[in-house]
């Protein structure tokens, strides 16, 4: 009788071994809730941002010289979802499976002309291309002057000799339902982050 009550005392815990177990329960407790709730907010985060970037504000690289020198081959650059657009703005837009990045020139009934040396009028009035570090008619198989049709934008690229854009029917004018968005702002390379005119 002696012996068996002697080992239940010895299979019983001392009070600063409860204390112990307590605490690391406790811990073990708080480290899962606090696990818990990281993870739910990380996943409510990311999903915020790939519904945002869809959605809203896509997140583009650049391909290709078409663009310079406003963007570069590798530029990573913002664009806002929008439909309203002026002559000037960059925009991105579908093209047999790819997005392209063009700066609009006309928007639907406008006529478009462009002569020999690249100069570019719409509606008759020349238009300031600040953007532009040399102008050319490029590759061009419209028949000018040209009248941009209902429901579509007349797009260029800025390195006028290589890019084929809407001076050619290959590409033509661009469609609202085609337009991914305005260009707002680069933000890669580092060096040159900020906003796109």
Not at 40 to 52: M, R
Not at 109 to 133: A, C, F, H
Not at 145 to 154: A, I
Request: charged residues 25%.
């Amino acid at each position: 009788m002696k012996n068996k009550k002697n080992r239940q005392q010895r299979e019983l815990p001392s009070i600063p071994e409860l204390k112990r177990e307590l605490k690391r329960v406790r811990y073990r407790k708080r480290y899962h809730a606090v696990l818990r709730s990281t993870i739910y907010t990380l996943v409510t985060v990311a999903a915020a941002a790939i519904l945002v970037a869809t959605l809203w504000l896509p997140v583009l690289q650049t391909y290709g010289s078409s663009m310079t020198p406003t963007l570069n081959d590798g530029d990573i650059i913002f664009s806002l979802k929008t439909s309203s657009f002026e002559t000037g703005d960059i925009i991105s837009f579908y093209y047999n499976n790819k997005i392209l990045v063009k700066r609009v020139i006309a928007s639907a009934g406008d006529w478009v002309d462009i002569d020999s040396e690249g100069n570019v009028s719409v509606n008759d009035i020349p238009i300031e291309e600040p953007y532009l570090s040399d102008k050319a008619l490029g590759d061009c198989n419209i028949t000018l002057p040209y009248q941009v049709p209902d429901g579509k934008v007349f797009v260029m690229g800025d390195h006028r000799s290589t890019s084929v854009d809407s001076r050619n029917t290959a590409v033509g004018c661009v469609a609202q339902e085609q337009i991914v968005g305005k260009i707002l702002f680069r933000v890669w390379p580092l060096s040159d982050f900020g906003r796109i005119y």
